[in-house]
């Protein structure tokens, strides 16, 4: 029987599953499993779309359908939590299990302490998350710096600390510390991140830790919720999954992985927040002089819920038809959000304008946090 905290490998005892997996399948075959015994009515994951940069939110009833979700789509920079609430909205009795990474749980729970969903109807298949890269820079990258035509990618990963492509005719990995420091590499708010295990979401699920011969043919699977233990339990009980132990080195070498990217994620917030500290609002006005007022900010925000209609449209920060927008108008949104931004990046990565957003706004909740946590206590997690 799992219990809370326990940690196993697990892989697809179907063969198909288990090759189109990431890892081992784990995922695929548990939100089968779950979906085909009646534990939720639908799920919600991943799958390609147009080609590997084009990451595609899909809802699944069917299934035989849910292997079509296999693997991971590193340049999927998009968040869950609110296409969540919309269909739990539209569904007013229906459970989902979705596939999420650390940021779509911090969007989750940040929706639930708004009464906005409900956490009981969810079964949440976490993903560890080194960070996503936009797909935009990712095609740059790869012909910019790996020389090769993006469109001749059919493989990407992030493996060892290296971006991986392969190609028609061969493969090639560079450093990502490398391609970061010029400015290539994974987004900003995934550097600056430290939530890369979702351990609130019911199991989470990763690479780091499956060495030997289970390497990159089994998912290291750490059990952080009942729900969780109970659907790995009755899986592995269907035959749909298979466990093994994890050998002590294994962890060993997890947990080792783990605080190697918390410490570059701390060296990132050095790095980022020290460079803004000399001239935080000055900059703020500057960037956000260049704003057109497309919203896109507010109708991405997880937690810019339910202040964004008091921000938009005719109301005291906006005036129609002017742009850019009082500079208040940003200002108000920082301290709407600044207790609870979760650094998803999605404003600044969809800021038509390229505005660092999330920059702004990350920095200002860290400050913040530092400033009264001994008095507010700490979010469940740390984003
Ligand atoms: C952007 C990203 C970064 C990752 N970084 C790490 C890491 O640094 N360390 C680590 O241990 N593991 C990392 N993982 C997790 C790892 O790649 C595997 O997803 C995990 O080990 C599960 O393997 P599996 O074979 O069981 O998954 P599969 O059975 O192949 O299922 C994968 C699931 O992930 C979903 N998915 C694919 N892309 C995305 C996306 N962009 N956002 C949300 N869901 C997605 C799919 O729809 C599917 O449900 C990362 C995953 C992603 C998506």
Redesign the pocket.
Known sequence: MAAIGDTFY?W?ADAD?LK??????????L?QYALKSGMVDAVL???KGADLYD?VPTLITDPAEIAQ??????C???L?SKVVKDYLDANKTARLGV???GC?TMGLIELARRDAVDMDRLLL?G??????VSPILARKMIREKFEVDPDQVHKEE?DKGQFIIEYEGGHKGIKIDDLEDEGYGRRSNCRRCLY?VPRQADLA????GVIGEKAGNA??VEVCSEKGANLLDAAVAAGAVKTGAVPAKALEIRGKVEGA?LGLGNKWRKKNFEALASDLWGTIARETGRCIKCYSCIENCPVCFPVAEELKGNSRMITSGEVPPNPMFHLRRFAHISDSCINCGQCEELCPMDIPLALFSHAIRTEGDSAFESKLGKAPYTN
């Open positions: 697990a697809a599953v189109k997996g990431e890892c081992g399948g784990a995922i695929t075959a939100q994951a991943i799958r990451a979700t296999a693997g991971s789509l590193h999927g920079t998009l869950l596939t999420v990474k779509d298949l993903v560890n998350c080194g960070g996503s992030i890369k699920c990763g690479n780091w998912t290291f990217m």
